[in-house]
C-alpha cells in the first residue's frame, strides 16, 4: 500500500492544515458533528471505531478516548490513544460524559454518536467539502492517514504508533516513514539539526 495515488500523483492523506480547516469545519456545525471529526484527526481511528466509542470508553483523568479495535480477528482488544485535553473536555461538554458513565441503556454503556459507518462516512465527507478539501484524502481513510504522517514527522517512534494505530503488523505501519513532499523534508530535517 502506499500513501500516494501512484496513477495521478494525488496523497491520500491532508496535509497539517487540512486536517485542522476540516476540525474547524466540524467545529461550526451545530450536531453532534461538531466532536466527530477531532477524534478522527487526532487519534488516527478507524472510522467504524469512532461511532463505537462509548463513554466508557472515554478516560477523562487520563485524557484518553479507549477504542475497541474493530480490524482484529477477535473482540475484546482496546488501545488508549493521548488526544489534546480540548478533545476530552469537548467530548465531555457536548455529550456529558460523566453523566452517561453513570448510566446505561439496557444494560451496555451509552455510545457517543448514535451513527452506522455508513453515516459516519457521508458526515465526514460533508465536513471536506464544508472545508473545500477535494482529491482522494478528503475521506475518513485520509484523516488517519494524516494522523500517522503528523506522528512520523513529529517523532513518534514507528512502534508506538503502530500500538496507536492497532495496527497487527510493523510493516503496515511503516507505510507511514514513507512521506513524501514537505513531509519527507521535514523528516530529514531533523537530522540535520
Known sequence: MSLHDCNNGHRKYPTPVERETSVKAADEDESEMRTFCAPLAYTGCRISEAPALTAD??????????????????SGVYRPVPVPPALIDALNMVHDVRAAQKRRDRGRAVRLWPWARNTAWRHIRAVMRAARI????????????????????????????QQLLGHAQLTTTSIYADAMGPEKRQLVERMWG
Open 57 to 74: 470508553g472515554v478516560d477523562l483523568k487520563d485524557g484518553t478516548p479507549i477504542f475497541e479495535s474493530l480490524k482484529k480477528r477477535r
Open 134 to 161: 477535494k482529491g482522494p484524502h478528503a475521506t475518513p481513510k485520509g484523516l488517519r492517514h494524516g494522523f500517522g504522517i503528523k506522528a512520523i514527522t513529529s517523532g513518534v517512534p514507528l512502534n508506538t504508533l
